[in-house]
Nanobody, 130 residues
Framework: QVHLVESGGGVVQAGGSLRLVCAAS????????MGWFRQAPGKEREFVAT????????WYGDSTLGRFTISRDNAKKTVYLQMNSLKPEDTAVYYC???????????????????????WGQGTQVTVSS
């Protein structure tokens, strides 16, 4: 069983940077695909980024490509989301997620969708002021 805890959210001015951290517990972390999603008030949950078990393959949502970077440290059981050039429209609750059932290996499009992840953190608020 995997438990996820996010941290690193806060308030930042437009153009600034934040680094989100997702700390995981459980013995199987190094074999898991991990992802970041976000949800703004009144909007559906949006895919941000995903990383494979080894960290050598990453994918990004259209709105974050080129500005955000996902990475992981399997020894520390941690996933990171480095967010640069933040915009007010990046304001949302950010969630870390794990694919413990490996459905992303069977259905590749699910890697970019909420249904591709079965374990979620509690979320961390990111607010970007203009």
């Amino acid at each position: 069983q995997v438990h996820l805890v996010e941290s690193g959210g806060g308030v930042v001015q437009a153009g600034g940077s934040l680094r989100l951290v997702c700390a995981a517990s459980g013995r199987t972390f190094s074999s898991l695909r991990m992802g970041w999603f976000r949800q703004a008030p009144g909007k559906e949950r949006e895919f941000v980024a995903t990383i494979n078990y080894s960290g050598d393959s990453t994918w990004y949502g259209d709105s974050t490509l080129g500005r955000f970077t996902i990475s992981r440290d399997n020894a520390k059981k941690t996933v990171y989301l480095q967010m640069n050039s933040l915009k007010p429209e990046d304001t949302a609750v950010y969630y870390c997620a794990a694919d413990t059932l490996a459905v992303g290996g069977l259905y590749t499009t699910w890697r970019y969708e909420s249904r591709g992840y079965d374990t979620w953190g509690q979320g961390t608020q990111v607010t970007v002021s203009s």
